[in-house]
């Protein structure tokens, strides 16, 4: 059997995302893998750690036992206590080691992806949290967008831009357009009639528009509305680094314009990150 055509595209912008990691990591010194991230308390080589112990999950491995540091401030709940544990164990470890795990763990990972038989619907184990479980479908789409994410932590710690427009790009504005009509109807609790347009430029440009309807409900698409009630326009790139809680509004305020009700606005940027 094959794989099944619906699974393809999120298995080929893994595979783009998950390859462009390792060519930009394989060169490093040994000091750029200790370079900030925009990820709280994550190093470039915590990232990638990070990137190796979930597609380890993924196929099947098991947890290292390892007792985590007290001192860990950005680990603050059993979530992020439960992603800590592959980033700590290898946080001693070399260059070379760290570019050969990544390196033998993305072949692996490559060879299981190749020979995948199921459907998109089989219900699968999700490694990041206990007993949970997903469609296959959904967790190589999660996968995508996570390397994809993390891949823009490491180009921007390292200032190398790029895959701005990638599949798996994407496949991330899509994963990220699904949750706009909670965030801004729920999250930000905008009033029914609200019409909030989201016009984005850049590498990839797209303009979406949020109607609140009744009960808290909200729908998103892509026509155009005369007299929304906000216009937010913003370049891709800060989007996602918003939406993934990367950074807050107030520090990328130059780069925002706001045309329209304010305080709808705030509200809406306060409550636009949606990833944990």
């Given at each position: ?11 080929d ?5 998950v ?55 950005h ?15 290898r ?16 072949i ?32 190589l ?21 790029g ?12 994963h ?5 009509p909670?965030v ?5 609790a ?6 909030i ?12 528009t ?8 909200a ?20 989007y ?37």
């Amino acid at each position: 059997m094959t794989v099944h055509p619906s699974l393809q595209p999120a298995i080929d912008a893994w595979t783009h995302s998950v390859e462009s990691v390792n060519e930009l990591v394989k060169p490093l010194a040994e000091s750029d893998w200790n370079r900030a991230t925009e990820c709280p308390g994550w190093s470039v080589r915590d990232v990638v750690s990070h990137i190796i112990g979930v597609e380890c999950e993924m196929l099947g491995e098991p947890r290292p036992i390892h007792t985590l540091p007290r001192d860990l401030r950005h680990v603050t709940d059993e979530f992020s206590r439960y992603i800590e544990v592959q980033v700590d164990v290898r946080r001693c470890h070399t260059a070379l080691e760290m570019t050969s795990e990544l390196e033998y763990t993305i072949i692996r990972r490559s060879r299981q992806l190749r020979n995948e038989s199921r459907p998109p619907h089989t219900r699968v184990r999700w490694p990041l949290g206990s007993g949970h479980e997903q469609t296959l479908e959904r967790s190589l789409v999660t996968r995508a967008f996570d390397v994809w994410v993390h891949e823009q932590d490491l180009r921007r710690a390292l200032g190398v831009p790029g895959n701005l427009d990638s599949p798996a790009a994407v496949l991330a504005r899509d994963h990220l357009l699904r949750a706009l009509p909670r965030v801004v109807a729920k999250d930000a609790a905008a009033r029914e009639g609200s019409v909030i347009v989201f016009d984005v430029h850049g590498p990839l440009e797209f303009l979406r528009t949020v109607r609140v309807g009744p009960r808290g409900t909200a729908t998103v698409d892509s026509t155009v509305s005369l007299g929304p009630t906000v216009t937010l326009a913003l370049d891709w790139e800060t989007y996602a680094r918003l939406a993934c809680g990367r950074v807050r509004p107030a520090a990328v305020r130059d780069r925002l314009k706001v045309e329209g009700d304010e305080g709808l606005a705030q509200a809406v940027l306060d409550v636009f990150a949606v990833t944990p």
